[in-house]
Structure formats: C-alpha cells, structure tokens
C-alpha cells in the first residue's frame, strides 16, 4: 500500500556532497516513520537516519559515523523524504535505500520497516 522511490545517487569526489529524495506514495500519514539505511558491496544493510513525528514534532537519530554530515528532513506536504550528505567519504559508498514503516517512532533496526524502496547508488571516489 506504500510505494517509495528514491533519487539523487551519483558519483561525487571525497568531500562534496549530494541530496538524496524519496517520494512515498500510498497510504502514508503524517506521523509515519521513515528512514534512511545503506548498504556497502558485500556487507550487512545499515541504519544511517530516521525521522518520525512524536508528540507532534518531528524528531531525527543518525548513526555516529553521519552525524554533523548528513541530515534527515521531509516535506510532508510532498510526501518526500530529503537526505543531505556533506563531506562525503569513500566509506559513505553504498546503495541508499528510503524506508518506511507503520508503527510508532524510529527504529535502526531494518525489521522495524515495513516499505522499501529499491535504493540509489552513491559512490564517492577518493
């Protein structure tokens, strides 16, 4: 019931920088979680950032190795989900995927989410 399309990929040298969208459509609401994972060539899929509207504000986590880099944000009246990514790494190489989920808050665990979408390829050469 939930669709969700990410864009923005590329190839980027060591510290530059590239925004990452994902449209959702479907039966989404406002408080619905949403996330950012990643996933390197040969290793497990990982939690990067998640938004989710609690008590009525919306409320970020990163992954340490992100965070003062990369920032989460949406647009609800959009449907779209941003992921700003600064002073890119070659270690920040990996397929991006765009998450979602029905439950109630944020989570790094993959399990959690209900909706993928296929991902976008970011590759940051050194």
């Known amino acids: 019931q939930v669709q969700l399309v990410e864009s923005g990929g590329g190839l980027v040298q060591a510290g530059g920088s590239l925004r990452l969208s994902c449209v959702a459509s479907g039966r989404t609401t406002t408080t619905t979680p949403m996330a950012w994972f990643r996933q390197a060539l040969g290793k497990e899929r990982e939690f990067v950032a998640g938004v989710a509207r609690i008590l009525g504000i919306e409320s970020t986590t990163y992954t340490d190795s992100v965070k003062g880099r990369f920032t989460i944000s949406r647009d609800i009246g959009k449907n779209t989900m941003y992921l700003e990514m600064n002073s890119l790494k070659p270690e920040d190489t990996a397929v991006y995927y765009c998450?979602?989920?029905?439950?109630?808050?944020?989570?790094?665990?993959?399990?959690?989410?209900?909706?993928w979408g296929q991902g976008t390829q970011v590759t940051v050469s050194s």
């Open positions: 998450a979602a989920a029905t439950r109630y808050g944020t989570s790094r665990t993959a399990d959690y989410y209900d909706y």
